[in-house]
């Protein structure tokens, strides 16, 4: 078993495409945070201020998330026109999932700003933009970096299954290993898998730490 | 385009007939789905039920699960395939694998969450221990137990249509099929029954949730919410990545 | 009777919750256990049920060491009262008070009936049977807590702090009620607090545990509002404890006078001295101040309200602050009933206090 | 506030342009006279990606810039993907393009076959010179099966009802009729598996199945002492290796290094270097710059 580890990782060329397939698997698996958030900020807000909307909003959210994803990833392109083989596919349907991930946190924890610091602040003179994006959202960090953790987790999980329509990424690794009877590349994408979880987990709790010095200085959550 | 296409394959009565017909797939997939989740339920509930109320092993249990959550399900599928040599059942033992975490960390949460008043006055009372389980702590646990089927439930449904990858029948075999020939519609309609089928379990889990979960409990949903937001804030409480639900805040594996 | 002996308890950390205590809780009794947070006291309740073993001595129970019962069958005979009430969520508040008895063989009719009847015993409607925990308020969940310890009829009650969640105004209410009870059931109470008035307020004996898990003091309230054993105790008991120790003097010494009175409706004529208004039914409604006229029949706007009304034979604490309270400096005593029964000045209620002090010598 | 803002979006920035330059797929789009990136794309079979390798470096070797996405799936898949300007050159097998471009087409013979193929072949897209290599489809069975007296497609037509056939999701749709047809041959039962991999090979050991479809350079059939059976009428056309381009993106030098390896192509040699990359687990890349090295292409 080992030997064939070392056979497998022996060879500089494929060491190289590894690293290839790693940098996809980040790409795809990550660009879809940062567009969630982008995404799920604004429609989170609207939740929460826009009570109707809330309902329907949440259910759809509920039901795509409820959609397997390999299932989503074939949906995407015929819904959207794009080709099969754009790795674009699988960006959109992962933005599609965190973002469906992330609006209900978003929406509960804009709720739970206590209206006292909202009030204060408008009785401050903040403009309702200003403040939202100074005071509001600031506040919703912590559960918003509780949303984005789950969801790096699970896409980095997910792109794996891309592999099958051909996208890129580790999954690859588990494809090849199969074609030919090989378990080498298949542990190593696991491995690689899961060390980039972990990882991309670590740095994001470093990040809501950066963001959210007061949350330390407590030494308690904000909700 | 694209959904012509699906209506074709879907009016074509030689894709509704036999053993590769829709019917067919359907009801393999379901049975897959059922089959491994209750599986995983029997072994899950009762471990589940032995952490929570002895409270031993629980950091393990959490631990795991989160690793397995970020276990790439393909990768997992290829590898059970090719170390058993082969044939569905180690691909089924690996659905009743994935599905055990989800239950499990639900309902060893669920326990957990149980109000340390609650399990206090019911020893108070005189419940043995035996009592205390079954009478207060699992009753109390049915929520977020119920919640951690229905992220199972998702998980089988969706590891089921990859693992068609490695030959298990069911709704992945059009999906799958469709895509080495791009036959947009075959590909495109098994998608949609996958996405269905899931949908429509998870609906009517949470119709079982709605019927088992006792009524008591039903009626405080706005404070079990404000809980749920606290708990995802807090890195230090144990059951933050655990199931909670069958919904997207649950933190539940999917594939 | 439940009898400490050499009890000690230490937890596997190392902390000492309880040392070294020796205590009896007399049959029939409340008995109130009182002291800072982690002196032990709930500590000491919880060794009663085993809800804790001691580390070393007995606990009995009607002389019986309660190491030799098991758990649940002592517990079923031992009523349970807790902060949160710690009502079972998923079952109706009628169902939460038959638990007992169901879990001691009771058929569920029977258990059903009792519980019913249990409730009505705690003011509870019947219909608040039908509900759930979450929908009845922190005092009625309060409420069937102590219907649901009562169910099985056992004759001792342990209460760890059962009123500290609820607001002060529903607390008096519940200890009010407390006392009803006892008085009407005659339970052996045990009863733990870190809320120094709610101990003397319902205690019949108060045990003043303190950090270490020590029993600093066993006494009546009165005496240990008025001879606390040490510092600890002293300050514990509070700045006021003096004017606090005046619920336990003996009112009989106060002479009630018949003071100046007014009624309301008829005319009045200036007075050098202030005077107390009555209504028709010869309640106390306010004060006349000196000089005052009025054109025709006396009403209400020319008045100053009153102080605190003092019933006659309570403790003489009510009767000081009726005087203090009062814009006249005099106390307004009252029937039971309501009606106006006299006056008393403060210095009265001094002169009773001196003379008690003397008699104790 | 503002600074995170900005360090978040030139994140975002930073990956969606990582995201740009390694998306291969696009890059010979607007190579107009063959100057940009080729890239070679490949089924998701070992042979395949090999030969994709075996072009990529031909290339290369002959001073173009070339690289290969691998994995990309059936020939349908693949052609789409060269039509829309995604792949530049795709090794592929002459009887099933064909028929692939030509629903019609009964010729068999690997001549006429590929005669045909130069004319059928849509525009904007060529078929280069044939490799002598050829990978055809080829039943078989077990051992066992064989010993029963089946040793051609002839021999099995009889008792093609009690088997249960296991190919390839496509086999369905291009043979099933194709078979019943010339043979007389339906089986029990199709079992979807894969294109000559794992699955179909198992599904044959453990009886899942009793036929299956592999490929003529399959390691598999030796290894597991399979029986191919023979194919008298020919209904599985021939299969040589050919090189399918686009006409924009591979010039004249880059045609020439493409027609060099066809030649140097056997059915064993190629059989071989299968063998290299599935039982020996040689990566592709290394297998495919040996052959070139050995060939001195």
Redesign the interface.
Known sequence: MFA?LG??LG?A??RA?IA?HL??HV?LS??PI??A?LLAVPLGWACHRYRPLRGALIGVANVVYTVPSLALFVIIPAVAGT?????GNV?IALTVYTTALLIRPVAEALDAVPDHVVAAATAMGYRPLPRF??VEL?LAVPVLAAGVRVGSVSNISLVSVG?I??SGGLG?LF??G?????L?PILVGIVLTLALALVVDLLLVALRRA?TPWTRAQGVSVA | MIFVDVWVWLSDPENWSG??GIPARVGQHLLYCLAATAFAALIAVPLGLYVGHTGRGGVVLVGGGNAIRALPTLGLVTVL??VA???TVPVLIGLVVLAVPPILAGTYAGVQDVDRGVVDAASGMGMTDAQRLWQVELPNALPLLMGGVRNAMLQVVATASVAAY??LGGLG?PL????????YGQLVGGALFVALLAVLLDLLLSVVQRLVVPRGLRLAPASAARRRVRRGVDDSSPQKLVATAGQPDSGGSRA | MIEFRAVSKRFDDGTVAVDDLDLVVEAGTITVFVGPSGCGKTTSLRMINRMLDPTSGTVLVDGRDVLQVDPPRLRRGIGYVIQQAGLFPHRTVLDNVATVPLLSGWSKRDARARAAELLELVGLDGDMGRRYPVQLSGGQQQRVGVARALAADPPVLLMDEPFSAVDPVVREGLQDELLRLHAELGKTVVFVTHDIDEAVRIGEKVAVFRQGGVLAQYDRPAELLARPADDFVASFVGKDRGYRGLSFVDPAGIEVRGGATTRLGEPVSPSREWLLALDADERPRGWLPPGTSADGPLTEDLLVPGGSLYERGTAVRGALDSALSSPSGLGVVVEPTGRYAGVLRGAQVLDVIDRERAERG | ?KR?LAV?VS??AL??S??GS??S?GGGEDSGSGGGQIVVGSA???ENKILAEIYAGALRNAGLDATTK????????VV??LQ?G?LGVVPEYSGNLLTFFDKANELTTSEEVYAALGEKTPDGLTVLDKAEAEDKDVLVVTRETAATGIASIEDLAPRCGEFVIGA???W??RWKDELAELYGCTFK??K????G???TV??L??G?SQVANLFTTSADIAANDFVQLADPKNMYPAQNVVPLVRDAAVNDRGRAALNEVSAALTTENLAELVKR??VD?E?P??VAANFLQQNGI
């Open positions: 064939d056979k497998y060879n060329g494929t495409q290839d940098v996809e790409y990550l660009l940062v567009f958030v080709q099969i083989l754009w790795p960006i994006l100074t600031p592999a329509i051909g690859v494809t090849d199969f074609s030919r009877r090989y080498a963001l | 053993a590769g395939y090719l040599g082969g044939g490695v030959g075999r799958l099929d469709g895509l080495r020939v791009l036959d | 506030m995170t978040v994140a975002a990956l969606l990582a995201c390694s998306d797929l998701d079979f070992s691998q994995n990309i799936g059936a020939r349908e898949v789409t993907a829309d995604s390839a999701g496509e369905e749709t039962e199709f979807a598996t894969d294109a991999g794992p699955i198992d599904a050991k453990n899942e990359v599935d687990k990566t890349a290394d």
